[in-house]
Antibody, heavy 115, light 109 residues
Framework: EVQLVESGGGLVRPGGSLRLSCAAS????????MSWVRQAPGKGLEWVGR??????????DYAAPVKGRFTVSRDDSKNTLYLQMNSLKTEDTAVYYC??????WGQGTLVTVSS | QAVVTQEPSLTVSPGGTVTLTCGSS?????????PYWFQQKPGQAPRTLIY???NKHSWTPARFSGSLLGGKAALILSGAQPEDEAEYYC?????????FGGGTKLTVL
């Protein structure tokens, strides 16, 4: 059974940093292209960024609002996906989901950016 | 960045048929946009119903189907059930970058 479990969310001040994790199981994580998607309270889904598998180059792509501030990385030895978020803004407040190429989703972790 | 458009809201009668559409500001939606459809109920994570235009997952109810229709991606629900009341999102890929539609709130009434 595929499982994705996000963690690391919480309350952070504007300008602060936070690192989210997504622990994966039930599939060959190293072969998967993984993405982060967020959802602000009461709003729709928004793609954040993606990392390809190492065999596909391991490269990353980001949505414009987070480019230069957020970094997606992976540790295939730990079956874990990460999202490093720096220079956080109030508009980054959202539930953050990890997903395997849009097919399987975690339950999400809430990030609140507020002073 | 491209804008993906969906109907903000639709209503269907129990047992009825409804078509949700997903358009692109850049022109016709094609299979090369790899359209996805997701269902989301309040307080829950999204659940993927359709991937790559028309492919279903093992958990996708048979009453849901996906296609391309009139230059848009379409999600067709035939024989709506009360439990189908939810928000539906489409996703299109633009050279690897994902763009979600704004969502369609589907009411079964």
């Amino acid at each position: 059974e595929v499982q994705l479990v996000e963690s690391g969310g919480g309350l952070v001040r504007p300008g602060g940093s936070l690192r989210l994790s997504c622990a994966a199981s039930g599939f060959t994580f190293s072969n998967a292209w993984m993405s982060w998607v967020r959802q602000a309270p009461g709003k729709g889904l928004e793609w954040v960024g993606r990392i390809k598998s190492k065999t596909a180059g391991g490269t990353t792509d980001y949505a414009a609002p987070v480019k230069g501030r957020f970094t997606v990385s992976r540790d295939d030895s730990k079956n874990t996906l990460y999202l490093q978020m720096n220079s956080l803004k109030t508009e980054d407040t959202a539930v953050y989901y990890c997903t395997t190429g849009g097919n399987y989703w975690g339950q999400g972790t809430l990030v609140t950016v507020s002073s | 960045q491209a804008v993906v458009t969906q109907e903000p809201s639709l209503t269907v009668s129990p047992g009825g048929t409804v078509t949700l559409t997903c358009g692109s500001s850049t022109g016709a939606v094609t299979s090369g946009h790899y359209p996805y459809w997701f269902q989301q109920k309040p307080g829950q994570a999204p659940r993927t119903l359709i991937y790559d235009t028309s492919n279903k997952h093992s958990w996708t109810p048979a009453r849901f189907s996906g296609s391309l229709l009139g230059g848009k991606a379409a999600l067709i629900l035939s024989g709506a059930q009360p439990e189908d009341e939810a928000e539906y999102y489409c996703l299109l890929s633009y050279s690897g970058a994902w763009v979600f539609g704004g969502g369609t709130k589907l009411t079964v009434l």
